[in-house]
């Protein structure tokens, strides 16, 4: 430790250290009534290089910072190499970024993943972002009073500060809506339906089960790595990570708020996938499933009067042709006849003018922000650590 200063930041580099990575927020935000916890399994799953198929192009470190003796905060950084081959951009990425409020704390943590990124010949660095775009990423930078949910990150109010004080700058930004349920579906969606369905010769999957819809697992994403391409970050899914995710995932599927759209050759055409709002469970749950856990995630499923819209997508050739009018109009039938009240959109870019267009259509209000920062540097001078 240099004399004067309390904060020491260490790399992690056992198992140990790791779980204690993964616990840190659950003391930072303890009993915040807008945090959601995540699952401790599925952080463990994501941060282990023997689990995590993304490890097959990325390098990543992860570093705790001890202020007086106690953990202050932490911080990953990750040099995605498919991103850099396909934006052109050295960038590293920062994630799993918490830390109390002092500036010495937060400086000492960003001067680290700086210092290994710039070591590493990247010329500069942004976050909040993961492996992947499956993995959470942007900085709340608005709506430090609404409940997280389990796809976002929920951080402090002073977050922002400290890193626009370290020369972070904006380089893009997500919003993200609630959504309020009709009572009734107006007929005008409905005689768009009918149009769209004849024009495009499309059909909703009808499943009754998660396992009816497995089938079309694979397909799915690979609909989404087309449509998605275009979009700020993002790296397509390779078929190990897709296999992962299906195995994770696909069997807590709800088909009610799972919506597939087929092609006149029984082709997916687009998607959306919506799940009740685990929010509260999660909370009460303090990211582990047992021994009682499951119990308060299985109860939220069972009745809930919110839903999540996790992910979605519509194939390329299909895009401004109405499908995705027809998706949220099937998403909407099965939110009414199952009594759900409203829906989170979790984040949407904020220049994705497409998306956003479906909630004029809704009583919706814009309620969170956040923010993928940016700080670059010359290999001459380094990062800049100036405030």
Same mark, same amino acid.
């Given at each position: ?246 195995? &994770? ?7 009610? =708020?799972?919506? !597939?759209? @087929?092609? $006149?050759?029984? %082709? ?14 999660? &909370? ?7 021994? =009682?856990?499951? !119990?308060? @995630?299985? $109860?939220?499923? %069972?009745?809930?009067?919110s839903i999540d819209l996790y992910l979605g997508a519509i194939r390329p050739d299909l895009q401004d042709k109405g499908a995705d009018a027809l998706l949220m109009t099937e998403m909407t039938r099965s939110a009414i006849a199952n009594g759900i009240v409203s829906a989170e959109s979790n984040i949407e870019l904020e220049d994705n003018i497409k998306v956003q267009s479906h909630w004029k259509y809704y009583d919706a209000r814009q309620h969170k922000r956040r923010r993928c920062y940016l700080k670059k540097w010359s290999h001459l001078t380094g990062p800049r650590m100036g405030?």
């Amino acid at each position: 430790m240099i004399p004067g200063v309390r904060t020491f930041i260490k790399e992690v580099s056992s198992r140990k250290e790791l779980k204690q990575f993964i616990r840190f927020p659950f003391s930072l935000y303890a009993n915040h009534p807008c945090w959601v916890p995540p699952l401790i399994f599925d952080e463990l799953h994501t941060l282990r290089r023997d689990k995590n198929p993304a490890f097959e192009y990325c390098d990543a470190s992860y570093w705790l910072a001890y202020k007086d003796g106690k953990i202050a905060g932490r911080i990953a950084g990750i040099i995605n190499h498919r991103y850099i081959e396909k934006w052109g951009n050295q960038y590293a990425r920062f994630g799993w970024v918490d830390f109390v409020d002092d500036p010495e704390v937060v400086s000492s943590l960003f001067g680290a993943v700086e210092q290994w990124a710039m070591a590493r010949g990247m010329t500069g660095i942004h976050g909040p972002l993961g492996f992947t775009d499956m993995d959470h990423e942007g900085m709340l930078v608005e709506g430090f009073d609404e409940l997280g949910t389990l796809a976002t990150i929920y951080n402090h109010p002073y977050y922002p500060r400290h890193l626009e004080s370290l020369g972070y700058v904006k380089d893009a930004d997500w919003l993200e809506f609630e959504v309020k349920i009709p009572t009734q579906l107006p007929e005008k969606a409905e005689r768009v339906e009918r149009i769209v369905k004849q024009k495009l010769g499309v059909r909703a999957l009808e499943a009754k089960n998660a396992k009816q819809i497995l089938p079309y697992a694979r397909e799915l994403f690979g609909v989404l790595n087309q449509a998605f391409a275009p979009l700020y970050a993002f790296v397509p899914l390779t078929d190990r990570q897709i296999d992962m995710y299906v195995k &994770q995932y696909f069997s807590f599927i709800k088909p009610d =708020f799972t919506k !597939i759209l @087929l092609d $006149a050759n029984g %082709r997916v055409a687009g998607f959306v996938i919506g799940m009740p709002s685990l929010s509260r469970a999660l &909370q009460k749950a303090r990211g582990r499933l047992f021994p =009682f856990g499951f !119990i308060h @995630l299985l $109860a939220a499923m %069972r009745k809930p009067k919110s839903i999540d819209l996790y992910l979605g997508a519509i194939r390329p050739d299909l895009q401004d042709k109405g499908a995705d009018a027809l998706l949220m109009t099937e998403m909407t039938r099965s939110a009414i006849a199952n009594g759900i009240v409203s829906a989170e959109s979790n984040i949407e870019l904020e220049d994705n003018i497409k998306v956003q267009s479906h909630w004029k259509y809704y009583d919706a209000r814009q309620h969170k922000r956040r923010r993928c920062y940016l700080k670059k540097w010359s290999h001459l001078t380094g990062p800049r650590m100036g405030h």
